[in-house]
């Protein structure tokens, strides 16, 4: 069964700086997706980027980037420039590509606490 | 209009109570989903349906039973309820393909006392 450990239960930034949270997986499939969430005191649950296992190239969304390592079975998520509602709980997901519709889940890490200081 | 929503909110009941939350998608998704998130935090599937068909039981009590009258809807009932069910419960829903973003609901608080 597919694992995501995220080891950083909180981190802080200043605000307008750079923090990176970190995510490693374990898998045997070759072929899979990972995605970060965003999950703000308001409980809904924003996806912020994502990442398909057979691209090369890290994805990127606005101040959002990803460090895609496949061999090293690592996904970072860096925000720069970190505004103030940036804070909140971030989630690394793994997603097999499932062998029918439904099938595929999305299995989390424990979450990342993300304060971001004025 | 709120792609997937979800009642109630907030849901406060005695331990032994039967109690049902209901989750509904305008997004025209073909696969619903129930997730659990824990007093830590911790997020995990419970079910999953495609087109009203039961894909994923994840070893959940059979307490809980879901149903989906239709692709638009699916609600999730819980018989007995015990201390240990107080949770967040997410509803999500994709069209079910790889790679698919899966729109989550505002989720429901359920408390049990």
């Known amino acids: 069964a597919q694992t995501v450990t995220q080891s950083q239960p909180e981190m802080s930034v200043q605000e307008a700086e750079t923090v990176t949270l970190s995510c490693t997986y374990d898998t045997s499939e070759s072929d899979y997706y990972l995605f970060w969430y965003k999950q703000p005191p308001s409980r809904q649950m924003i996806l912020v980027i994502r990442q398909e296992a057979y691209k090369q190239q890290n994805a990127t969304e606005n101040r959002f980037s990803v460090n895609f390592q496949k061999a090293a079975k690592s996904f970072s998520l860096k925000i720069s420039d970190s505004q103030l509602g940036d804070a909140a709980m971030y989630f690394c997901a793994y997603r097999s590509p499932g062998t029918q519709g439904g099938s595929e889940k999305l299995v989390f890490g424990k979450g990342t606490k993300l304060t971001v200081n004025p | 209009d709120t792609a997937v929503s979800q009642t109630p909110k907030y849901l406060v009941t005695q331990m032994g109570n039967d109690k049902s939350i209901k989750c509904e998608q305008n997004l025209g998704h073909d696969t619903m989903y129930w997730y659990k998130q824990d007093s830590k935090k911790f997020l995990k599937i419970m079910f999953s349906?495609?087109?009203?068909?039961?894909?994923i039981n994840e070893t959940v009590p059979n307490r809980f039973s879901p149903k989906s009258p239709d692709k638009a809807h699916l609600n999730l009932h819980i018989n007995s309820l015990e201390l240990g069910d107080s949770a967040v419960y997410f509803c999500?829903?994709?069209?079910?393909?790889?790679?698919?973003?899966?729109?989550f609901g505002p989720g429901t608080r359920l408390t049990v006392l």
């Open positions: 999500a829903s994709s069209y079910g393909l790889a790679g698919d973003e899966q729109f």
């Open positions: 349906y495609n087109n009203k068909e039961l894909i």
